[in-house]
């Protein structure tokens, strides 16, 4: 196989994509705009309301307190009764179990967790011999899926920490009044004084977070988009058996290039121009889904891990492509047989009725295509959860669908 | 000398389109030769083969039998290596019609092996040879169909093959495209290039080709020089006369005396009208002139008509060819 002619085929045929203002439309503006139409309309995500409110929080304050005071609880206060403007950015909720927390949070329902250690005030007497030796952290468990809020979240503590730490530290000390401190005011006023910011907050991730539900375009945006996928890859394969009715497919035979290679062009072209696809959609969608100010990243965060799905997608649905193609008698029933297969497996796998739990739309039935497989493992990896079951099904219809499909592909257009 | 082209007992049988039966079989086991410098014509029928047979030699089908060596390389065992040896012109208009003429030229000068500046020097050259280099930016599909049918040649030509193969390139075509591409043809050999052309049109043929092989129901039924042809034939050259209706049948007597003359007989649908068979008939027409002008007998109108290709088809098969 003549590698550099491979290339040159596949530039070939994307450039003949591009020369098609139709074919552009309809494999990239269409599906956009269909996947925010009805994303729309299943969700209240147009809605008037501000873009970030009420951002669930939890807090946890484990402090057990100290003769100056607790000011754990001082801060928990602030967070469950908070200041005119912060009011309606967060609605903080207290717990009194870190496990029930982060598993909230893993779950989707919270967006972060504020857990204050129990030795919190403790560390920050200002009396103690060791005052400033031992640095405090507060934990922010912040939903890994999440982009915006858990920065906020994480924005309002910090902030509450630079004003909390060495001016309320000193005032606590003072207002403590202890006759026994009197002696040595001067030593803890220097102490105070001296001290580097005392408290630090480390920021973890529930990476291993299995959301149980999503926003609506977590749900449509991998729908349509595999729905619209499907049908690209179709015809991409279908545009061979164009080829060769135009004779260009014969011409390519007649030059010194092996059938191998211009077939590894002709179906890497097809192969490139779905992942082209699928990765502007996911482009757009998630642009779309900022600019609605939507609460979690559409497509999730794992960038490395979105990335492999939309091969391993753009892969099941090419081997889907290549067997209808193989199995139909000319171009016309290849066309008209990839619509009426691919509009079934497409309802069938939920592109226009996505369940909100990210669960098979038709049960077990919707196990049975590759649209379900494809759209339920990017809702999965949206929700935190790397789709492996998905992946290995995907990667397995590819190999098994592109093998079968190749060989009565290859035997209806003698090539 | 050995031939650039030899075919040997070449078949090609199709797979049956029910999947029951044998399957038509398109090409029934034919064998030629075609030297370097020639231009060899395939004519026939629609249906005779002839595609069937360039697609074979082109590597595009496999032969059911035999084998065909360009250059010596076979076909079936080397297409790599005849492939750069050849071009081809099909019989369809076979480009991307939303790409310009020049990308189109590049596109396939590209799998045929040239790059860089050989390949754009050549995409020059052959833009020039067809007369569309001041149009190579436009789009094939706002081109005419004898501009569209230039570029599809031009195609086969950009790597220089040594032998081309043109599939019916007139088809379709108007007559001032179909006398560019003829005149093309004869330019392209004079250049060097060996030249099998393929065509159902007789006089093309004719003016065409050094020799001819004639196809009809995937058999070569002949093969050779055309004089060959009609020599082997025995299809002698008429001399037709339109005479008053009173001098017929003297004429028929003085002329019947001639030994230019063959035959002469009165024409069974106008009876002013005499058919004249002589083996040359340009020499004997003199002759007949001068006896009829000594008896005082004028026609008022002399046609002579010989033999050619398709007096051949129709000799060997019994049908016109575009039957």
Known sequence: ???????????????????????????????????????????????????????????????????????????????LDPPEGLAELISVEALTDVDEARQRVRKGEARAAIIIPPDFSARLNAAS???????????????????????????????FLNSFTNANIAVSAAAAQNP?????????????ANAEPLIRLNVTEGRQAQRTTFNALQIFAPNMSVFFLAFAMAIGVVQIMVEKENGTLGRMLATPTTRSTILAGMFGATYINGVIQLTLLIVATSLFGVLLGTEVAVWGTDIPSLALLVLVVTAAFIGLGTIIAGLSKDRVQAQVLSNAILIVLGILGGAFFGSGDGSPPLGAVSYLSPNYWGANAFTQLAGGTFPATHFVVLLSMFVVLFSVGLLLFSRRVEI | MTPLVEIHGLKKRYAPKNGAGEGNLAVKGISLSIQKGEIFSLLGPNGAGKTTTISI??????????DV???????????????????????????????????????????????????????DEVLEFIGLRDRQRERIDTFSGGMKRRVNIGVGLLHKPTLVFMDEPTVGVDPQSRRSILDAVKALNQ?????????????????????????????????????????????????????????????????RALPVISNVEVDSDHSDKLHLLSDRGRQALPHVIRALDEANMIPTAIQISEPNLESVFLHLTGRALRD
């Open chain 1, 1 to 79: 196989m003549d590698i550099r002619k491979v290339f040159q085929i596949i530039l070939h045929n994307i450039r003949l994509w591009f020369a098609d203002p139709t074919a552009l439309f309809f494999t990239l503006i269409a599906p956009f705009v269909l996947t925010v139409i009805i994303s729309l309309a299943f969700s209240n995500l147009g809605g008037s309301a501000a873009p970030v409110q009420n951002i669930p929080t939890l807090i946890v304050n484990q402090d057990q307190g100290s003769a100056f005071g607790n000011f754990g609880a001082q801060m928990e206060a602030i967070f």
């Open chain 1, 129 to 159: 011999p060791t005052f400033g030796q031992q640095k405090v952290e507060i934990e922010l468990y912040r939903d890994a899926n999440s982009t915006i809020s858990p920065q906020i979240v994480g924005a309002i503590v910090r902030q």
């Open chain 1, 180 to 192: 026994l401190l009197v002696a040595r005011a001067a030593e803890i006023g220097q102490a105070v």
């Open chain 2, 57 to 66: 030699m082109s590597g595009l089908i496999a032969p059911t039998e035999g």
């Open chain 2, 69 to 123: 060596i360009i250059g010596g390389h076979s076909i079936t065992k080397n297409a790599v290596a005849v492939k750069k040896l050849i071009g081809v012109v099909p019989q369809e208009i076979a480009l991307y019609p939303e790409l310009s003429a020049r990308t189109n030229l590049e596109f396939f000068g590209r799998l045929q092996g040239l790059g860089g500046a050989a390949l754009a020097k050549r995409c």
């Open chain 2, 191 to 255: 250049q060097g290039m060996t030249v099998l052309y393929t065509t159902h049109y007789m006089e093309e043929a004719e003016e065409l080709s050094d020799r001819v092989g004639i196809m009809d129901h995937g058999e070569l039924i002949a093969l050779g020089k055309q004089i060959e042809l009609i020599q082997q034939t025995g299809v002698k050259d008429a001399i037709i006369l339109k005479l008053p209706s009173e001098h017929i049948e003297a004429a028929q007597t003085l002329l």
